[in-house]
């Protein structure tokens, strides 16, 4: 079986083994696989794929953010590009607009309903309270649905002098990617308000909520699916900001908090479990399991290997002397005022705020993820329509 999978990455012939999702296979036909030729890209998540939702909802982000790749903040958190953005690139389409930007939006190729502070189960907190946003993926599933059926709506003769534009076809939504990356916020909030028994029993509820938005999507007729797992909340920075003399062995040999990294990869292995479970279910969907978390914490752990600083230096905001001044705030030290800026080379750094990468550690992980090497099956994004039998 990974022998088949492995020269369908070549590009080799396989004799009917493998099928477009939503196809049915013809007995003893031979499939070439090619690149998919996707109409769209539809993605769900937080703010590691967040490409201006949360920022269009509420107050918007300000600089440095964005001063990388765009040179000004476009609502991402990052100071470029993200791992979605190169995901984009890596099929053949445009950068995907949010679907809360809604100032001359292109909607033709997609459109991204994640927001920053996104969980998959619904939290009773504000985002002003803990910067959990309000937008889970249930109500990101909704939006969809609705997005959807409005522009079905518009093509229909009932407005036949409306714009259509900037407007995706209603043939194409069975034709796209749909990409989720969501449940760092759920295992966040998770660390801050339940003890460990409290959360494993909590686990299995996120996924089968996470598994009910995949199904509403299939419903919706979504075929071709790339999801994310968590990737290691142990190592972001913000986790030891406020840490001091920690017990032995409560941080790994590269600083990361190890329960939380534990936590975490039970969360990725539930999560896989169902996934599995997804494809027994959805009989016509092609699901792509990427794990994402590997691929962060290799370079989290081997960051000088691979020409960055310390994982743990933060490229962007004030942190010093116990002190520390979120990316683009201000804040008091010793009487004066100060700016949490950028440092002078973001690409020397992996983490870019404490939360969120830079452009460069998003690139570094998208270049060891698209190619299907961390993938199940070991498909590369550009293949993810084809199912495995």
Not at 57 to 72: E, H
Not at 241 to 268: A, V
Not at 374 to 379: A, C, H, Y
Request: proline share 5%; net charge neutral; with cysteine.
């Amino acid at each position: 079986m990974a022998s088949v999978v492995k020269l369908v990455v070549m590009g080799l012939f396989i004799c009917g083994e493998l099928v477009m999702a939503g196809e049915e296979k013809t007995k003893g036909s031979s499939t070439l696989p090619k690149r998919c030729s996707y109409a769209g890209l539809y993605n769900f998540g937080d703010s590691n794929s967040d490409t201006g939702g949360i920022s269009a909802a509420f107050v918007p982000v300000t600089s440095p953010y964005g001063m990388t790749f765009f040179n000004k903040p476009v609502g991402r958190l990052s100071d470029g590009r993200l791992v979605f953005d190169f995901l984009a690139n890596y099929i053949g389409l445009p950068y995907v607009s949010a679907y809360l930007d809604t100032i001359n939006t292109d909607y033709r190729h997609g459109a991204n309903f994640a927001t920053g502070g996104s969980t998959i189960r619904k939290q009773n907190e504000s985002i002003y309270q803990n910067g959990i946003s309000p937008f889970s993926l249930d109500i990101q599933t909704i939006q969809f649905t609705q997005f959807k059926a409005r522009i079905i709506n518009l093509w229909s003769s009932s407005h036949p002098t409306a714009d259509k534009s900037q407007l995706q076809r209603p043939g194409d939504f069975s034709k796209a990617l749909f990409t989720l990356d969501i449940g760092q916020n759920d295992l966040s909030v998770g660390f801050r308000t339940l003890d460990e028994k409290q959360l494993r029993a909590a686990i299995p509820d996120i996924i089968s909520e996470f598994a009910l938005s995949v199904q509403q999507l299939y419903q919706q007729g979504a075929r071709w699916f790339w999801i994310h797992n968590t990737g290691p909340v142990g190592c972001l920075p913000v986790a030891t900001f406020y840490l001091r003399n920690p017990k032995p062995g409560y941080l790994d040999r590269y600083g990361c908090i190890r329960y939380q990294n534990n936590m975490t990869m039970e969360f990725n292995n539930q999560l896989k479990a169902q996934v599995i479970k997804l494809r027994s279910q959805l009989s016509d969907a092609a699901i792509t399991y990427v794990d994402i978390y590997t691929a962060k914490y290799k370079l989290i752990s081997r960051t000088k290997e691979y020409g960055f600083n310390d994982p743990h230096k933060v490229c962007c905001g004030y942190h010093e002397n116990d002190v520390h001044i979120f990316c683009g705030n201000t804040g008091i030290v010793n009487g004066t005022k100060v700016f949490g800026d950028a440092c002078a080379n973001p690409a020397a750094y992996v983490s870019w705020d404490g939360v969120h990468m830079t452009e460069a550690g998003n690139q570094w992980v998208a270049n060891h993820i698209l190619n299907g090497s961390l993938s199940d099956p070991p498909i590369p994004a550009t293949h993810a329509c084809y199912r495995h039998l």
